[in-house]
């Protein structure tokens, strides 16, 4: 069975620049690091506050390499059984369980029905530390995707990887369908529209929460990172404020100052 959502996987084009990035001005700390011979990628488990991404660095990527949030990865405890049972329930699989590139444990991929790259991954030990305490970063809020058919994201992540409703959200103004699926600590967002997204990523964003956003955005662009133009600005469902900052690749970053989701 799936027992965790356990992080987004980012491809980047600087390993030193990102490393940077994300340990002196978001306080992440390195949990794991290894390396893929086969295709000489290096693999970099960083934990933020008490969430996860993985940073995929290849030393020759390829010419349409993509860069930025390519994969939500969840571990699970028996993985040929589950990666079975998703692909039987006619879920598209894209590679069948196998050891870990990097040799430390084993994993797969299959799509969901909005065309997400989903990585299981089965391991013998544990990557998490207790929470990182920053003076800025609270916690680790959620990571986002775009559900242009939600009722498929829904049956999926809620009837087949076991995930949990922990608020659903209507913005009127926009007709803006949010949904939060959660296993413990980490969160999914769901969006949906009436008239389908087809322009940009499908992996919206991450997002962490924040005293005060006008004071993290601050104190950020102190650090010479910026605030993205128009942020920061009201959230759209009425609860706080947001502000958006990326990373070296582009990646797109929320910061919100409302209460904690599951206090919502």
Same mark, same amino acid.
């Given at each position: 069975?799936?027992?965790?959502?356990n992080?987004y996987?980012? $491809?980047?084009?600087?390993?030193?620049?990102? @490393? /940077? #990035?994300?340990? &002196?001005?978001? !306080? *992440?700390?390195?949990?794991?690091?290894?390396?893929?011979?086969?295709?000489r990628?290096?693999?970099?488990?960083?934990?933020?506050?008490?969430?996860?991404?993985?940073?995929l660095?290849r030393?020759?990527?390829a010419?349409?390499?993509?860069?930025?949030?390519?994969?939500?990865?969840?571990?699970?405890?028996?993985?040929?059984?589950?990666?079975?049972?998703?692909?039987?329930?006619g879920?598209?699989?894209?590679?069948a369980?196998? $050891?870990?590139?990097?040799?430390?444990?084993? @994993? /797969? #991929?299959?799509? &969901?029905?909005? !065309? *997400?790259?989903?990585e299981?991954?089965?391991?013998?030990?544990q990557?998490?530390?207790?929470?990182i305490e920053?003076?800025?970063?609270?916690?680790?809020?959620?990571?986002?995707?775009?559900?242009?058919?939600?009722?498929?994201?829904?049956?999926f992540?809620?009837?087949?990887?076991?995930?949990?409703?922990?608020k659903?959200?209507?913005?009127?103004?926009?007709?803006?369908?949010?949904?939060?699926?959660?296993?413990?600590?980490? $969160?999914?967002?769901?969006?949906?529209?009436?008239?389908?997204?087809?322009?940009?990523?499908?992996?919206?964003?991450?997002?962490l929460?924040?005293?005060?956003?006008?004071?993290?955005?601050?104190?950020?662009?102190?650090?010479a990172v910026?605030?993205?133009?128009?942020?920061?600005?009201?959230?759209?469902?009425?609860?706080?404020?947001?502000?958006?900052?990326?990373?070296?690749?582009?990646?797109?970053?929320?910061?919100?100052?409302?209460?904690?989701?599951?206090?919502?």
């Amino acid at each position: 069975m799936l027992t965790e959502f356990n992080h987004y996987g980012i $491809v980047i084009r600087d390993l030193k620049a990102s @490393l /940077a #990035f994300y340990q &002196d001005i978001l !306080g *992440a700390k390195i949990v794991f690091e290894g390396f893929i011979p086969s295709s000489r990628t290096d693999v970099v488990y960083l934990q933020i506050a008490g969430g996860l991404i993985e940073l995929l660095h290849r030393a020759e990527p390829a010419p349409d390499e993509v860069f930025g949030v390519t994969h939500i990865a969840f571990l699970s405890d028996d993985l040929d059984a589950d990666y079975a049972r998703l692909v039987a329930a006619g879920h598209d699989g894209l590679v069948a369980p196998k $050891v870990a590139g990097t040799g430390h444990g084993r @994993l /797969a #991929f299959l799509r &969901d029905p909005n !065309g *997400a790259r989903v990585e299981l991954i089965q391991r013998d030990g544990q990557m998490r530390v207790d929470p990182i305490e920053h003076p800025i970063v609270k916690s680790f809020d959620h990571y986002s995707l775009t559900a242009n058919d939600l009722d498929g994201a829904l049956d999926f992540y809620q009837g087949r990887l076991g995930m949990k409703t922990l608020k659903l959200m209507e913005v009127p103004a926009t007709q803006l369908s949010i949904v939060y699926l959660h296993y413990g600590y980490d $969160v999914l967002e769901l969006l949906h529209r009436p008239t389908p997204s087809t322009a940009g990523s499908i992996y919206g964003h991450f997002a962490l929460r924040v005293d005060s956003v006008d004071d993290a955005l601050a104190a950020f662009a102190a650090q010479a990172v910026p605030a993205e133009p128009g942020t920061p600005k009201p959230a759209g469902t009425g609860i706080g404020r947001i502000g958006i900052i990326r990373d070296p690749d582009g990646v797109k970053i929320e910061l919100v100052d409302r209460p904690d989701l599951r206090d919502l």
